[in-house]
């Protein structure tokens, strides 16, 4: 990663801001750990027999070359394979993706066709695109980056037959002002299920979840036993005064001076602080009691 070629001032912005990260990727596998090599193993050793220069010079006479591109790159010709190409260490994982991909046409290929080899086929004039995509999404084998298999909705692979990892950028003093980095992995992604393989370091040197942000402490608002009680009381005296005066007014419509201020205006100012009351009783409602 290009972390580890960093290097940086102690202390600075950049330095501060850099430490304790970490890196989601993509492996091409894990290799065996019971001794007898497993797909990654083989494909590994196989492919590392191309490192010799009459392989290479045939892969690159079977490359294009680009005439009068300029790709920033003095000298560019177009893609080309070198000692380099087979890497020091970790194998690339482009290598091993590849060639399961490339597995996987074959199979498929051979699955459309009704063969189990295209070494005698001489036309593949009966190989529809329909047919070649259903045998994609159902063909599955043990490729070098783990067993493979296809979601059928998505035609993706499904994540949980892939290898990731999470490496911990791991600030290291380089001298007395500048510090670089090395990453280590520390947990693995195989399997469907993840495992620890080394204690990730957050920014504060330790091992422990920093709390960047304090806890949310939620202000609910609850009405409280006292206030609900005071507004019960206060809607049921108006639900209560409302019906005695409706009623009041109903003995005494004949009254002059109840006739001469309306009955029917007074029921509806009497309908009107009902409802009002009413809406105390919904109002009141809450999850501190109310669950």
Same mark, same amino acid.
């Given at each position: ?83 380099? @190409?087979?890497?020091?260490? /970790?194998?690339? =994982? &482009? %290598? ?5 991909? !490339?597995?996987?046409?074959?199979? *498929? ?70 510090? @670089?980095?090395?990453?280590? /992995?520390?947990? =693995? &992604? %195989? ?5 620890? !393989?080394?204690?990730?370091?957050? *920014? ?78 919904? =109002? ?8």
């Amino acid at each position: 990663p290009f972390f580890e070629t960093m290097e940086l001032p102690t202390n600075s912005s950049l330095a501060l801001a850099t430490r304790g990260v970490g890196l989601f990727s993509a492996l091409n596998g894990l290799p065996s750990s019971s001794g007898t090599p497993n797909a990654l193993d083989k494909f590994t050793e196989r492919f590392q027999t191309l490192n010799n220069a009459a392989d290479i010079a045939y892969v690159n006479s079977r490359l294009p070359v680009y005439d009068n591109v300029d790709f920033d790159s003095p000298g560019f010709e177009g893609p080309q394979v070198s000692n380099s @190409t087979f890497g020091i260490g /970790d194998l690339s =994982i &482009f %290598a091993s993706t590849l060639f399961d991909e !490339t597995i996987l046409l074959g199979l *498929s290929a051979c699955g459309a066709l009704g063969v189990s080899s295209t070494k005698n086929v001489t036309s593949v004039s009966s190989l529809s695109g329909s047919a070649m995509f259903g045998h994609i999404l159902n063909t599955t084998f043990e490729g070098a980056t783990g067993r493979i298999v296809l979601d059928p909705i998505t035609a993706s692979r499904l994540p949980t037959t892939a290898v990731f990892r999470i490496s911990n950028a791991i600030q290291v003093p380089l001298n007395e002002t500048h510090v @670089t980095y090395k990453f280590v /992995d520390s947990d =693995i &992604f %195989a399997d469907g299920q993840w495992r620890q !393989t080394a204690p990730y370091i957050f *920014s504060d040197g330790t091992a422990g979840v920093p709390s960047d942000v304090p806890a949310a402490e939620l202000e609910l608002n609850y009405l409280g036993s006292a206030l609900r009680i005071t507004g019960f009381a206060l809607a049921g005296s108006i639900l209560f005064l409302s019906i005695i005066f409706a009623a009041w007014t109903a003995h005494y419509r004949k009254n002059a001076v109840v006739t001469a201020s309306q009955p029917i205006f007074l029921w509806i100012l009497c309908t009107g602080s009902f409802l009002f009351g009413a809406t105390i009783l919904p =109002i009141s409602i809450d999850d501190e009691i109310w669950v």
